[in-house]
Protein backbone atom coordinates (compact mmCIF):
# COMPACT_ATOMS: atom_id res chain seq x y z
CA UNK A 1 0.00 0.00 0.00
CA UNK A 2 2.45 2.30 1.08
CA UNK A 3 4.98 1.84 -2.28
CA UNK A 4 1.56 2.40 -4.61
CA UNK A 5 1.19 5.78 -2.49
CA UNK A 6 4.85 6.75 -3.25
CA UNK A 7 4.65 5.29 -6.48
CA UNK A 8 1.55 7.51 -7.32
CA UNK A 9 2.60 11.50 -6.77
CA UNK A 10 5.82 11.38 -9.38
CA UNK A 11 3.33 10.18 -12.09
CA UNK A 12 0.58 12.90 -10.60
CA UNK A 13 3.13 15.76 -10.37
CA UNK A 14 4.52 14.58 -14.22
CA UNK A 15 1.00 14.55 -15.41
CA UNK A 16 0.23 18.12 -14.08
CA UNK A 17 3.30 19.17 -15.68
CA UNK A 18 2.38 17.83 -18.94
CA UNK A 19 -0.98 19.27 -18.89
CA UNK A 20 -0.08 22.70 -17.37
CA UNK A 21 3.47 23.15 -17.80
CA UNK A 22 3.43 26.62 -16.42
CA UNK A 23 2.39 25.16 -12.90
CA UNK A 24 5.00 23.68 -11.02
CA UNK A 25 7.75 26.62 -12.19
CA UNK A 26 4.78 29.08 -10.92
CA UNK A 27 4.23 26.77 -7.51
CA UNK A 28 8.61 26.83 -7.37
CA UNK A 29 8.43 31.10 -7.50
CA UNK A 30 5.86 30.98 -5.24
CA UNK A 31 7.47 29.02 -2.69
CA UNK A 32 10.77 31.97 -3.42
CA UNK A 33 8.72 34.79 -2.73
CA UNK A 34 7.56 33.10 0.44
CA UNK A 35 11.28 31.81 1.15
CA UNK A 36 12.12 35.98 0.58
CA UNK A 37 9.16 37.14 2.74
CA UNK A 38 10.64 34.71 5.63
CA UNK A 39 14.43 36.20 4.99
CA UNK A 40 13.58 40.06 4.80
CA UNK A 41 11.72 39.35 8.53
CA UNK A 42 14.76 37.47 9.44
CA UNK A 43 17.30 40.38 8.30
CA UNK A 44 15.01 43.03 9.85
CA UNK A 45 14.44 40.88 13.10
CA UNK A 46 17.72 39.00 13.75
CA UNK A 47 20.48 41.90 14.27
CA UNK A 48 17.94 43.24 16.40
CA UNK A 49 17.70 40.27 18.86
CA UNK A 50 13.70 39.89 18.57
CA UNK A 51 12.93 36.59 18.26
CA UNK A 52 11.77 35.35 14.80
CA UNK A 53 8.58 33.79 16.40
CA UNK A 54 6.92 36.61 18.71
CA UNK A 55 5.45 39.37 18.32
CA UNK A 56 4.17 38.56 15.16
CA UNK A 57 4.63 40.42 11.85
CA UNK A 58 3.90 44.25 12.49
CA UNK A 59 4.92 47.59 11.22
CA UNK A 60 8.74 48.53 12.88
CA UNK A 61 6.63 52.57 12.83
CA UNK A 62 3.15 51.90 14.23
CA UNK A 63 3.87 48.63 16.07
CA UNK A 64 0.22 47.45 14.70
CA UNK A 65 -0.06 43.72 13.91
CA UNK A 66 0.05 42.92 10.29
CA UNK A 67 -2.77 41.10 9.01
CA UNK A 68 -3.29 38.40 6.04
CA UNK A 69 -3.53 40.89 3.24
CA UNK A 70 -0.23 42.77 4.13
CA UNK A 71 1.94 39.62 4.47
CA UNK A 72 1.50 38.06 1.03
CA UNK A 73 5.17 38.40 -1.04
CA UNK A 74 5.78 41.07 -3.82
CA UNK A 75 1.79 42.10 -3.98
CA UNK A 76 1.35 43.32 -0.57
CA UNK A 77 4.37 45.32 -1.45
CA UNK A 78 2.91 46.27 -4.80
CA UNK A 79 -1.32 46.89 -3.82
CA UNK A 80 0.16 49.19 -1.10
CA UNK A 81 2.82 51.40 -2.79
CA UNK A 82 5.58 50.45 -0.60
CA UNK A 83 3.92 51.98 2.50
CA UNK A 84 2.72 50.76 5.65
CA UNK A 85 -1.57 50.12 5.51
CA UNK A 86 -1.90 52.02 8.82
CA UNK A 87 0.22 54.75 9.47
CA UNK A 88 1.58 55.05 6.21
CA UNK A 89 5.19 54.69 6.87
CA UNK A 90 7.90 54.00 3.86
CA UNK A 91 9.01 50.09 3.42
CA UNK A 92 12.36 49.65 2.21
CA UNK A 93 12.78 48.28 -1.38
CA UNK A 94 15.03 45.45 -0.50
CA UNK A 95 12.06 43.62 1.12
CA UNK A 96 10.34 43.91 -2.54
CA UNK A 97 13.59 42.91 -4.38
CA UNK A 98 14.37 40.45 -2.45
CA UNK A 99 11.37 38.48 -2.82
CA UNK A 100 11.37 39.01 -6.39
CA UNK A 101 14.93 38.03 -7.09
CA UNK A 102 14.04 34.50 -4.73
CA UNK A 103 10.58 34.55 -6.87
CA UNK A 104 12.36 34.03 -10.09
CA UNK A 105 15.50 32.18 -8.92
CA UNK A 106 12.53 29.78 -7.44
CA UNK A 107 11.17 29.65 -11.12
CA UNK A 108 14.10 29.73 -13.01
CA UNK A 109 15.09 26.38 -11.00
CA UNK A 110 11.49 24.37 -10.90
CA UNK A 111 11.30 25.58 -14.71
CA UNK A 112 14.51 23.85 -15.55
CA UNK A 113 14.50 20.71 -12.86
CA UNK A 114 10.98 20.05 -14.74
CA UNK A 115 12.36 20.27 -18.21
CA UNK A 116 15.00 17.82 -17.08
CA UNK A 117 12.52 15.38 -15.46
CA UNK A 118 10.65 15.51 -18.86
CA UNK A 119 13.16 15.07 -21.16
Known amino acids: ?12 AKAIALHWPWF ?5 GVMGAVLGS ?3 CAR ?3 PRGISLRRPPSH ?10 PDLVPVLSYLALRGRC ?11 LWLEVALF ?15 A
Do not use: D
Not at 1 to 12: H, I, N, R, V
Not at 24 to 28: D, H, V
Not at 59 to 68: D, E, F, N, Q
Not at 85 to 95: D, E, L, N, V
Open 1 to 12: MLTETLAFYPAA
Open 24 to 28: WPLWG
Open 38 to 40: FLN
Open 44 to 46: YRV
Open 59 to 68: CPACKTVLGV
Open 85 to 95: RHCRAPIGRTS
Open 104 to 118: TGGYLLTALFQAWLL
